[in-house]
């Protein structure tokens, strides 16, 4: 079994920061994708960013530029250094981890509760 857990949401004002961290535990096999998705009420979910074990990382053309994923893969954690927030950032971020052993397996966090309002 994996858990996962997010932690730093909050409220920020607009264009300022916030800084997400995940960190994983249990059984968790190299290599593995981490990364983050958010959902805004009544939107689907979608995908923020991603990191690879390689480093490799993938955002979504509404976050490049302000929003940053990182990883420390000794600790099996995760971070997203957020700046220049903006309303529409307003949502649930979700941390994953991907992993494939014969088959894909996903994990999800419980969801932090990010806030952008004036």
């Known amino acids: 079994q994996v858990h996962v857990v997010e932690s730093g949401g909050g409220l920020v004002q607009p264009g300022g920061s916030l800084r997400l961290s995940c960190a994983a535990s249990?059984?968790?096999?190299?290599?593995?994708?981490m990364g983050w998705y958010r959902q805004a009420p009544g939107k689907q979910r979608e995908l923020v960013a991603r990191i690879s074990s390689g480093g490799t990382t993938n955002y979504a053309d509404s976050v490049k530029g302000r929003l940053t994923i990182s990883r420390d893969n000794a600790k099996s954690t995760v971070h997203l250094q957020m700046n220049s927030l903006k309303p529409e950032d307003t949502a649930v971020y979700y941390c994953f981890l991907e992993m494939t052993r014969t088959t894909l397996y996903i994990y999800w966090g419980q969801g932090t509760q990010v806030t952008v309002s004036s």
């Open positions: 249990g059984s968790i096999f190299s290599p593995y994708v």
